[in-house]
């Protein structure tokens, strides 16, 4: 079930967990995840990392992800990650992602804002979220880390109106050579520009360094390298065992989901985020109700009682409905009734 990532963020900074997205490259890594997130109710997205997926079926594992999406009733949705041209995002937009990643962190910090607050400006008009980098986040211990700056990133988020920001604290992408030297207080610097923080190269970090970079204000994270690597483990122990003739897909590729389903469940309670799917979509549905209560106001009735107040507050949801004052002999639980089912009965009309 499609919940927007901004609420979601929202809960996750004030229940203190980190909401996650995870790779997926083909069928296997779909169902993992989805497997993953009904087995410990957690919400999450599914990632798609875009300098891999031009080089494979792209619209394939789209199309597979949407409809897993419309199946499930976890908390979930579908994200675009690093990707490298506003054009590249406006597509991925109206294709249907739920939220997509501009990174343009290579370049100038005029020229990201630029193209940043274009995709912002697009996104936003269609509902959908936007992440941004400051600072680069590289893919190995060779390449050169640059860290983000503090008054760089407040410049961006300023200029850009971007939903998040993707920080580069020391670790990369990939696999890790001993332990990574997080900046802790980087973190908490960036921390209270106000913006929700996006952990990248997640992958190999410890519980306790996602516990800290928690409780520093970063409630969102992506994951790759990790379940990716315990997919194709279990590929190679299944070749070695049975040996190179074995080609039977069924019988490498489902012990292989089934692996990596059991490191996402990992990396799920890591991240805190288990057992928040049932919360998420009971305050969603609260919150939608809200909307479509406020939507009332502008609504007018085939009948409307003398000296009922047509808005939602009046008529509906509240103890003390002021717009009955002065009334006589009026049966105000059975009016209530009435004029909530015509309401009702009109929003089923216009297909709200």
């Known amino acids: 079930m499609r919940v927007p990532i901004k609420f979601i963020l929202d809960y996750a900074r004030e229940k203190s967990f980190m909401f996650s997205r995870f790779l997926i490259t083909n069928l296997e890594s779909i169902e993992a995840l989805t497997n993953a997130a009904n087995a410990t109710g957690s919400p999450f997205l599914y990632d798609i990392y875009f300098p891999l997926m031009e080089r494979s079926c792209l ?33 991925a937009i109206d294709r249907g992602y739920d939220g997509v ?3 343009l962190s290579k370049l100038s910090l005029e020229e990201n804002i630029r193209g940043s607050k274009e995709v912002v400006t697009y996104a936003h008009k269609k509902g959908v979220f936007v992440e941004g980098e400051v600072g680069i986040i590289t893919r190995s211990s060779e390449e050169k880390i640059v860290e983000t700056d503090p008054e760089q990133a ?14 580069s604290i020391g670790v990369y992408s990939g696999f890790y050579e001993g332990e990574p030297e997080v900046n802790y207080g980087l973190i908490k610097k960036l921390s209270s520009l106000g913006a929700h923080l996006c952990l990248h190269g997640a992958s190999g970090l410890s519980r306790e360094i996602i516990s800290r970079c928690i409780s520093l204000g970063m409630h969102f994270v992506g994951y790759g390298t990790d379940p990716l690597y315990r997919f ?12 190179e003739k074995f080609v039977d897909p069924s019988r490498i590729l489902i012990p292989a989901r089934d692996e990596m389903q059991k490191e996402i469940e990992e990396k799920i309670y890591y991240i805190k ?70 309401v009702l009965k009109k929003i089923r009309k216009t297909g709200g």
């Open 59 to 91: 619209d394939c594992v789209e199309e597979l992800a949407k409809r897993f999406i419309t199946d499930t009733d976890i908390p979930c949705g579908l994200y675009a990650d690093h990707i490298e041209s506003v054009d590249a995002c406006i597509s």
């Open 101 to 103: 990643m501009i990174d």
């Open 154 to 167: 407040g410049e961006y988020l300023a200029k850009t109106g971007v939903d998040c920001l993707a920080i």
């Open 232 to 243: 194709f483990g279990e590929i190679d122990r299944i070749r070695k065992e049975r040996g």
């Open 273 to 342: 985020s288990d057992g928040r799917s049932r919360e998420i979509l009971n305050l969603y549905k609260n919150f939608q109700h809200e909307k479509t209560c406020k939507g009332f106001e502008s609504m007018k009735l085939n009948s409307e009682p003398a000296g009922l107040g047509k808005s939602c507050k009046d008529s509906c949801i509240y103890k003390k409905p002021q717009a009955f004052d002065g009334l006589e002999n009026l049966d105000r639980e059975k009016l209530i009734k009435d004029v909530t089912a015509e």
